[in-house]
């Protein structure tokens, strides 16, 4: 019978960098959430999908590709593709080079809204991400957020995130 190991306890100041990551993992999403709801009525995942395909070829993408693109579940994001499309900003169709894939595509309505949208976004994740670091801290936190992803989310298929510092 083996012996049960001792936890590997945090120290000191590895349990005050766990706090302060956990306090951001806290309160970032609710920041950039409140601000998309409150200037252009969109929740933070709803802007994920509408700006994954306003950067996709002709603005049109696989759903399982826009999922990882968005971080979400196909589940979820089946949801908040049918909210964006009562609202005139997303369509599905079924993809012509294999039915068994569903294609989304950003309409004209949808390319507005996130044309309008990305100023106002791109200030609160300035202001909140980036004016307070440094340039070096700035790479060393893309460094660093890369590193975790890898532990946790090995097989992550988002390209943007995997990208070589």
């Not at 395909?53 to 971080?71: F, K, Y």
């Not at 890369?146 to 097989?155: D, E, S």
Request: net charge neutral; aromatic share 6%; proline share 7%.
């Amino acid at each position: 019978m083996e012996a049960e190991s001792e936890p590997r306890w945090l120290a000191g100041d590895e349990q005050e960098t766990w706090m302060s990551v956990a306090a951001v993992l806290m309160h970032l999403p609710g920041a950039l959430d409140a601000q998309l709801q409150r200037d252009a009525g969109l929740t933070h995942f709803e802007y994920l999908v509408l700006s994954g395909l306003s950067m996709a070829e002709s603005h049109t993408m696989r759903m399982s590709d826009l999922a990882a693109v968005a971080e979400g579940s196909l589940p979820r994001l089946s949801q908040v593709v049918s909210r964006l499309e009562r609202r005139g900003w997303v369509r599905r169709s079924p993809d012509p080079t294999d039915g068994r894939y569903t294609l989304a595509a950003l309409t004209e309505e949808g390319w507005a809204k996130v044309v309008a949208t990305a100023p106002g976004h791109v200030e609160a994740v300035r202001r909140f991400v980036f004016d307070p670091l440094t340039k070096p801290q700035q790479r060393q936190l893309g460094e660093i957020g890369r590193r975790i992803l890898g532990a946790v989310a090995p097989n992550d298929r988002c390209p943007t995130v995997r990208k070589a510092p």
